[in-house]
Every structure is written in C-alpha cells, then in structure tokens.
C-alpha cells in the first residue's frame, strides 16, 4: 500500500489496527482454554469482530490526555489544601458526606478496578478487551484520586481515619461489597451487565453529576474536581456497557432471557445501593442544587427510559422493578437518613435532624410523601433529642440476604408498612426485603446464602477485634464492636456537640479575626 | 422522542464547544448547575470539529472532548469529524 | 464573605489514615503512592466465592506457590499510582510524538536504505503480536495477583505493552506501509523463525500461577528481548543506516529501563521473604530463561546472522547477573 493510503486512514481503520489487527487465534492452545470464562453463563458469541468499538483511544491519545487531567486535578487539589480550602465549605455538617462517600465509594471502585482488570484478560475478543482494560486502569484512577481528595480532611476531621479497615467490616458497608462481591463472581457477560451497563450507564450519573454538582455548590472544590474529572472517564465506560448489551443481543436471539433477567437484576441492585446517596443529596448537603427525586427522574426515569426504549428493537423491556423505583424515589432518602439517625453508636459520620427550613425544603421537593410520613417522625426525634432522650436502637439489624441492606423499605403501596419476604432452602429460611430481591435470591439460592451478614456472623463469634479468643468459656459475641470497626468515639453520634463542630467553628473564627 | 444530551465542565474551551453544539443542533437546550453545563438535544446531537475549531480559533481534535466531558447519553458514534449521540426510537 | 484561609495555622488531628500510621509505625504524612496503594484490597468476609472457580476465594493468596508476610513488601521502586504513572507516560509519549513527527517531516522514512529497511521492519514489526501477548499475560497478573502493590504495577504494565504495540504499528505506518504489517502478521503466525517465541507466549495464556507467568514474561523473556532488540540491533541499523528505528522506538528502550528496576525489586523482596521463594524464583528463571533462548534464537539469527550466538550468550549472561544482584542464584 502507498503513502496516501497509509495516511488517510479515517479514525476507525486506524484503531482497528492498532488494536485487534494485533490479535490472532492461538494454534498451541485451544481458544476455550485461553479464554475459558466467556461460554458458562450461556451467552452464545458467533463473531468477536463485530463488537464495534465505541471510544477509539490509542494508548498514546490515552495519556496525553489524561495526563493533562492529572495534572490539573492534583493542582487543585494541592491549591485547595495549601489554602484551608477545607473552611470554605458551607458548614461542617457537609463533611459529614465526605465520610460516607470515603467508606462506600473508593473501596468499589477499587473492585471495579480488579474487576475490569479480569474482564480484560478474559473477554475472547479484542474490541471488548482492550476497552475493559482501560476503563481497568481508570478505576486505579478513581480510587486513587478519591483517596488523595479526602486525605486532607482526614488529617482535620473525625472518621475517615479507617476506612481501609471499616470497608470489609461495617455492617453499613456491606450492601456495596456485597453489591461488587456479587459481580466479580458472577460470569463475565454478567459482571458487563452489572458492573458496565446498570452501574455504570444507567445510576452513576445519579452519584457524580448531581452530587458533585452539589459538592462544588457547597464549596469543596476537591471533590468537585475529582468527581467530575473521574465522571469525564466514565463517558468511556458508559459507552463500553451498553455497546456490550447491544452486542449480546445482536450476537444470538438465545442471549435476550438471560440479558433481560440480568437487566432486571442488577437494575434493582443498584437501586438498593443508591438510596444512601439519596440521603446524601437531601439531608446532608446543607446547600441543596436538586432533591435526589428529581436527580432520579433526570437521569434514571428520562434517561433509564430512552435507553430501555431505545433497546426494545431488541426485545428488552423496561425492567420490572422501574416502577417501584419510581413509586420508592419519594420515600428511600427519607427512610435512609432515619435510619441511620437512629443508629448513633454504630457509624463513623455524624447525624441530625434538619432545621426548620430545611425541613420546608423538603416539603416542598415531596409534596406527597414528606409532610404526611417523614415530617413527623423527625420532628418527633427532633423533641426527644432535646428533651434529653435522644433515640439509640441498640440492636442489630434484620439484613436483606440478597442486597444487605437493612430492613427499612416500604411494602408497594403502602409507606406505614414495612416490607419483608422469605424463601425456603434447604429447610432454612431466608429474609428479603422486596420482591425483587427474593426473586435474585430464588434463582440462586445457592449463591445467596453464603451472603456475609454481619448481625448473623456476630453471633458465630466471626466480627471480633483481632486476637480475640472465642473459644474460652464464657465468652460473649459481639461485645466490641467498636473495636472490631476500629470505631473513633468522637466519631459517632449527633453532628451537634462533636468535636468536628466545635474544631470548624474555631477554625473559622480564626480565620476571620486577628 | 428521547434526548440525547452531554454535559461538561465548565471552563473556557467548554464554552466554545457548547456554542458549536448549539450552533449545529437546533433545539439544544441548555442547562446550567454549579459547575457544570448540560445540553440535551431530541434524539440526536452532534459536534462538528469545523464548528469548534471555528468557535475555539485553532485546530481541535474531537478526542479533546475527554478533557471536559461529565457524562454523555444516546449510542455513540466518533469520525475524525463528528462526534454523534443519538437514540433509535 | 471574602475570608483568606490561607493564614490559618491549625494544628492536624492526625497526620494520615489509620492503617497506614500502623504500617509505618508512626503517625506521620505518607506519600501519595503510599496512600493510594498499601492494604487497599479486601481481605477478609467475602460475600461469595467466584462461580468461575470456586476453589478460591476472589482474592486469594493460594493463586501463586510464592508466599508472602506481607504482600505489599513488593512496592515499585517507581511509586506509580495512576497519576505518577500517567504524567511519566504522557512525558514520552509526547518525546515519541515529536520523533514520530520529525521522521514525517524530515522524510527520513522514505529516505532510508531500502536494504536496511527491509532488515529492520522484518525483525520489528512481528514484535507487535509479541507485545499483544505480553498486555495479556500481564493483565493475567494484575487481574489475580494479590495486594494493589504488585496489582497495579501488573496494570500499568499491560497498558505500556498496549502502547508498545501500537507504537511499532506506527513503525510500520511511518514506513507507510501497511503490507509489511500484513507480512509481518503472517510471518508470526506461520513463520518458522517466530514460531517458538509465539509457542512461548502462548503457554504463558494457559499458565495458571500469576507470579510465574510474571518472572516467565517480563523477567525471562523480555530481559532477553528488549536488550536484543531495542539496544543491540538498534545499535546495529544505527551503525549501518542511521538511527531513524532508534528514534521510533525510543519509548521502548526508556521502558525497558525503567521497568527493569520494578522488576528486579520484585525478585529481590520476594526471594527475601523465604527461601522456599528463593528456590521457587531460580527454578522457574533457569526454566523459562532456557526456554526464551530457544525462542529468541531464530529472531537473533535474523536481526545478527552469524553473530547471534555470541550476542544471545552474553545477554544471558546479564540476565544471571540481574538474578544474582536480585540475590536468586541460578
């Protein structure tokens, strides 16, 4: 071929062969046993080749840009921190999210990380690999940033120092594990769907945009660089879910029932996994751009919509929980923060019950949910707090077995009744908390009892502090738990009165005054 | 009719690359949140390197883009000359 | 209110994360790679065992025969976290882009011998499917390998091999010659003289133990390969041509010198933990070095005729002599 043909060409030929033209069948070995992960789920691929793929970056294009990106991201983030930045936030009552998003978010990341690593060793295809090994060292990327980000915090305020030890341990923690664990083990097809297609394109705009939105509104513009600079390779990675959907479906019409009950999975489980952040965006942000209900009609039932729309040529329908996520996103934020306000010797961040206006707010952004159930309840926490009897659930909570989280949820319809469902294995019973869970846990049930649940394995003597001896006489489970959680005291409990409030009042105060 | 949208950081080379969007796409619509800047367009929205390059006064590769995205929606499809996001319905 | 934060002098409540003070036994600040790296992989209450392989855990240490106290004793010399890594990736792709655009410029492609281009693109150019496997194999590593330490190092590599990949592709594009590609693609796939290094690579995608797919890849076989190709038959064209395919793969050359140094500190602390390490290191070098030889030969032969015996001898010499420094006597 001459010159100008080797010159012109276009964007796609040259990705092509700077990707799967490197590509060849191996003759030593069988293809199945190279790549013996991609046939057990079911899923039937005739062709790799005709996987198109969607961002086309070549690993030079790749770090000239993302250096650039870094290189941005660590001067503010050095600006920000030489500078205090953490007093310009609005109170200190939003560094509370900081925690929380310390404890759930970089630990999953990092299992995204591992994840798409696998998945980029594993997938026959070259498009696919290639793409599933970028979004792997992205995910290295993410967890990284997201832990430089907060260091400096950490260094002035409560509970974040152990995060690295509470993220296998918390009891709170384990819907996300569980989530993540769930997905790294399933099948490679399945951890797609998950992980790069329910996860990735249809919820974590739901966390980085209107979230990160809200934390440069409230003055933390580390997160807010890092957020949208991880949300910028998240472009990329959407685009490598649902390409991989749409490539599952074009390959065999057989894939369709097994992509669909996926879909309607891992939909409902990362429903589950975001109610925390609805809590967030609702009632700890003091400074609020959009309630977490309209952030979920955005981007899950607009967005979520054109998508199964969009997919329907293939024969996918909605999934089957949309419309109790729909009929959930008025009540999830305010059940979670209850719930956790209830629970004040058992997490690392802080709670409260909203101020007068901002309980106005709240009205007003759920006008058919938050005055007739939510408004009372606090209000009457609100009296108890101040009249001496703040409340303090001692005990320990009933899990899902499939989603982990704690029993809290509603039954469809009804928001005075709590939802529970059971199922049968082996002789043994075991507790959901939806329909769409019990129907995860009925099609595999012997996957879904090896579920850890901490209020269970603390019984078995299985959540003790290192070193603990449970096997002499009389020994009691769970009698440290702080220990076990390496829980700081002055972390725990009422935003009011901590020591985080106290240091940030003063701080400021000095910074204000001569 | 579903939308297609992106959003972006805000900051200047951004702010050229929305007025080519709006330029190219008639009925963008544009919204504003701290930080950050979404544009939805009806079923397909596209950004035209010419249009930037026009917009941003020196020459622009499309993979730029990656240096300000937030997030994007609708199928992707990337040339050297256009950047295309569009849904079938 | 405008207030200037930046005169506040606060007293830090602590100076780093918890389990990082316990690490380094003391609460002082710690690095960026420090903090982005050490004891970040979960341990312990796993929800399921992978349905793929259910005799292990997701993460196990039973993957490989190697053991460790401690996993993250296999810090990189380097201290890549993504960012390091990146900026240092971004810092030679951008050197590489010049030299890339300069031979474009400059027209020293097409001004080059056409003898010496037909020598050199035949010996380079199949490398490109060598440097493919080699992204797989690592991937290998960092997908099952245990603790972020040696993961992300493993990560990082593959996506460098990605790179290398591309770049003698575009070696062969600045030569504006997509034949040769296709060529050289045929020469790997049925060519007698690529056929045992091909063989090589490929028991490496069935090998089950993470760390001997490792000292097999990128001790055994690319301690031979990058020092015969990058350094030595460069220096051969440089002498006889010029130094055009010296400047379009200077990015491998830095890479294999930087690597190198990751590499060598991964032998070393791992054969330090215990002797059965040690004994299980110089096992699988002497084996898979043996191995290389007989794959590289053939590709020697081509790049140096007559002389490429003596040029293999002594880079196995100095192979030994990086296991021996490393303290694994073969």
Not at chain 1, 16 to 35: C, G, I, N, Q
Not at chain 1, 197 to 222: C, H, K, Q, R, W
Not at chain 2, 44 to 68: A, C, M, P, W, Y
Not at chain 3, 233 to 244: M, R, T
Request: proline residues 4%; hydrophobic residues 40%; charged residues 25%.
């Amino acid at each position: 071929m001459d010159m100008k043909v080797a010159k012109k060409l276009g964007l796609k030929e040259r990705y092509s062969l700077m990707t799967r033209d490197l590509a060849w069948d191996t003759t030593f070995h069988k293809m199945e046993d190279v790549f013996p992960q991609t046939t057990y789920e079911g899923i039937k691929i005739h062709d790799w080749d005709k996987w198109e793929d969607p961002f086309r970056l070549t690993m030079d294009a790749y770090w000239k840009y993302q250096s650039e990106k870094e290189r941005k991201l660590y001067a503010i983030l050095d600006g920000f921190n030489q500078n205090n930045g953490h007093l310009s936030v609005t109170d200190a009552r939003y560094i509370n999210v900081l925690k929380l998003f310390l404890g759930s978010t970089p630990p999953l990341e990092l299992m995204a990380a591992r994840g798409f690593s696998m998945m980029g060793r594993q997938m026959n295809g070259a498009g696919p690999r290639v793409a599933c090994q970028m979004q792997a060292v992205d995910e290295y990327r993410h967890f990284q940033t997201q832990i430089h980000s907060i260091s400096n915090y950490n260094k002035y305020y409560n509970g974040m120092d152990e995060f690295a030890h509470q993220q296998s341990r918390m009891w709170y923690l384990s819907d996300g594990k569980s989530f993540f664990d769930d997905a790294i083990t399933a099948g490679p097809f399945e951890f797609m769907v998950a992980i790069g297609f329910a996860f990735e394109y249809v919820l974590t705009n739901i966390l980085f945009v209107p979230f990160i939105s809200g934390a440069a509104y409230n003055g933390d513009m580390a997160a807010m660089t890092v957020g949208f600079s991880a949300q910028s390779d998240e472009a990329r990675h959407m685009t490598l879910g649902l390409e991989c959907i749409k490539f599952m479906l074009e390959q065999d019409p057989d894939n369709l029932p097994i992509v669909q009950r996926w879909i309607d999975k891992w939909t409902w489980r990362g429903t589950r996994k975001l109610a925390s952040v609805g809590m967030m965006m609702d009632y700890m942000l003091p400074k609020r751009i959009m309630s977490f209900k309209e952030a979920w009609e955005m981007y899950v039932e607009d967005n979520g919509g054109s998508l199964f729309k969009d997919l329907a040529r293939y024969g996918i329908t909605i999934p089957k929980c949309f419309s109790q996520t729909i009929e959930e996103k008025e009540h999830v934020s305010h059940q979670s923060w209850i719930g956790f306000y209830m629970k004040p010797e058992a997490t690392p961040f802080h709670t409260w019950i909203p101020t007068p206006d901002e309980m106005d707010w709240l009205s007003e952004k759920y006008p058919n949910t938050f005055d007739q159930y939510y408004r009372p309840v606090l209000e009457y926490l609100d009296q108890q707090e101040k009249a001496g009897n703040r409340f303090n659930n001692k005990t320990a909570p009933m899990n899902c077995q499939v989603c982990v989280s704690t029993m809290k949820f509603n039954e469809p319809g009804d928001p005075m009744e709590m939802c529970f469902r059971e199922s049968i294995y082996n002789g043994e019973k075991f507790h959901t908390c939806s329909d769409h869970c019990k129907e995860i846990f009925d099609n595999e049930p012997e996957k879904y009892v090896q579920t850890f649940i901490s209020s269970h394995q603390v019984l078995q003597g299985n959540c003790e502090p290192d070193g603990t001896d449970v096997n002499v006489p009389d020994f009691k489970p769970g009698q440290n738990m702080l220990d076990y959680w390496k829980l700081d005291k002055r972390a725990l409990g009422d935003f009011n009165g901590s020591e985080d409030q106290k240091n940030f009042a003063q701080w400021r105060e000095q910074a204000t005054k001569n | 009719m579903s939308n297609a949208f992106i959003a972006f950081q805000k900051n200047d080379e951004s702010r050229c690359i929305v007025e080519a969007i709006i330029e190219d796409n008639p009925g963008a619509m544009v919204v504003d949140q701290p930080s950050m800047v979404k544009i939805d367009v009806p079923n397909r929205l596209v950004i035209k390197r010419e249009t930037v390059e026009e917009k941003i006064g020196r020459s622009f590769d499309l993979q730029e883009l990656q240096l300000h995205l937030i997030t994007i929606s609708g199928h992707l499809d990337e040339t050297d000359d256009e950047f295309t996001l569009s849904w079938n319905s | 209110m405008a207030i200037d934060l930046r005169t506040v002098s606060i007293t830090p409540l602590r100076q780093t994360f918890g389990h990082l003070a316990r690490r380094m036994g003391a609460d002082k600040p710690a690095s960026r790679y420090i903090e982005a790296t050490m004891d970040l992989q979960p341990v312990e209450n796993f929800h399921y065992r992978p349905t793929w392989e259910p005799q292990y855990d997701i993460f196990d240490q039973t993957r490989t025969k190697i053991t460790m106290k401690d996993w993250y004793a296999l810090k990189d010399p380097r201290q890549y976290y993504y960012g390091a890594w990146t900026l240092a990736r971004g810092r030679m792709q951008e050197i590489a882009e010049g030299d890339f655009d300069l031979v474009d410029e400059m027209g020293l492609a097409a001004a080059y011998p056409a003898a010496g281009k037909d020598e050199a693109l035949k010996v380079f150019l199949p490398l490109r499917h060598v440097a493919w496997g080699s992204n797989l194999n690592k991937a290998y590593v960092s997908s099952y390998g245990y603790g972020i330490a040696i993961s992300q190092a493993a990560c990082y590599a593959s996506m460098d091999q990605l790179g290398v990949a591309q770049y003698v592709t575009r070696l062969g594009m600045a030569f504006n010659d997509l034949d040769s590609l296709a060529d050289a693609k045929a020469a790997w796939l049925n060519g007698a003289e690529w056929h045992e290094l091909r063989r090589y690579v490929e028991d490496l995608m069935v090998e089950k133990d993470w760390f001997e797919v490792l000292v097999a890849q990128d001790f055994a076989l690319e301690g031979l390969l990058y020092p015969l190709i990058y350094e030595r038959f460069n220096e051969k064209l440089n002498a006889a041509y010029g130094p055009v395919f010296s400047m379009l793969t200077r990015f491998q050359r830095e890479w294999y010198g930087e690597t190198t140094k990751w590499m060598d500190s991964v032998l070393k602390v791992a054969g330090a933990d215990n002797a059965d390490n040690k004994a299980q290191l110089a096992a699988w070098i002497k084996h898979w070095r043996d191995r290389a030889v007989v794959a590289l030969k053939p590709v020697a032969a081509l790049a140096f005729g007559a002389e490429a015996d003596a040029v293999m001898d002594e880079l196995v010499q100095n192979l030994n002599a990086r296991a021996a420094k490393a303290g694994i006597a073969l």
